[in-house]
């Protein structure tokens, strides 16, 4: 069980619109950085958007991060057939004092 | 541009101690800024946070591994390296290594290595 919760599964059809949840806590996404990562089968995790809504050098516009509370969402938009991976949200947990992932989202493109 | 390079045995017996060595290149690890991370994945599950280390030597371990786990820097090999003792099945798993920034997101990843864990 993660300390983080996402929905195991999403999809959605080239050029959509997709939104994925993560829920946490005010140990963990209320009071701390909301990081998301992309894992493409077979290969390492990505970081695609940092400090809740930061993306890296390199990563689309297409990806953008928002937080409130203790919820925190990615949303892709312009889906692309690329896209077709894992999501993972992550962030500080105070009360645990370490780093906390969701249980990842795969996300289908149609 | 910073790679990292997991390198270590493949299949460990029970009860044993897990080695693993990751290799930083393209950034020195005593420059400071970043923590030194481990990371591992489940077969087919998601992603667990082992714990990290400072170019100091200051460490923050996951407290469910805690009692097992120790994760070493070695600034003028420049790498790090972690060491889980008694591992069991539940240990087998994709280890690894990450950049995190002091913010701690993970912004450079090493490609992983499989450790098994069986006899």
């Known amino acids: 069980q993660s300390v983080l919760t996402q929905p195991p599964s999403a999809s959605g059809t080239p050029g959509q619109r997709v939104t994925i949840s993560c829920s946490g806590s005010?140990?963990?996404?209320?009071?701390?950085?909301v990081f998301w990562y992309q894992q493409l089968p077979g290969t390492a995790p990505k970081l695609l958007i940092y400090?809740?809504?930061q993306r890296p050098s390199g990563v689309p516009e297409r990806f953008s991060g928002s937080k409130s509370g203790t919820s925190a969402s990615l949303a892709i938009s312009g889906l692309r057939s690329e896209d077709e991976a894992e999501y993972y949200c992550?962030?500080?947990?105070?009360?645990?004092?370490?780093?906390?992932f969701g249980g990842g989202t795969k996300l289908t493109v149609l | 541009q910073v790679q990292l390079q997991e390198s270590g045995p493949g299949l460990v017996e029970p009860s044993q101690t897990l080695s693993l060595t990751c290799t930083v290149s393209?950034?020195?690890?005593?420059?400071?800024?970043?923590?030194w991370s481990w990371i591992r994945q489940h077969p087919g599950k998601g992603l667990e946070w082992i714990g990290y280390?400072?170019?100091?030597?200051?460490?923050y371990y996951n407290p469910s591994l805690k009692s097992r786990l120790t994760i070493s820097v070695d600034t003028s090999t420049n790498q790090f390296s972690l060491k889980l003792t008694s591992v069991t099945a539940a240990d087998t798993a994709v280890y690894y290594c990450?950049?995190?920034?002091?913010?701690?997101?993970?912004?450079?990843w090493g490609q992983g290595t499989l450790v098994t864990v069986s006899s």
């Open positions: 990450a950049r995190a920034a002091l913010t701690q997101e993970f912004d450079y």
């Open positions: 393209g950034g020195s690890i005593s420059s400071g800024g970043y923590y």
């Open positions: 280390i400072y170019f100091s030597g200051s460490t």
């Open positions: 005010s140990s963990n996404i209320e009071g701390n950085f």
């Open positions: 400090k809740n809504n």
């Open positions: 992550a962030a500080w947990d105070d009360s645990l004092s370490g780093v906390v």
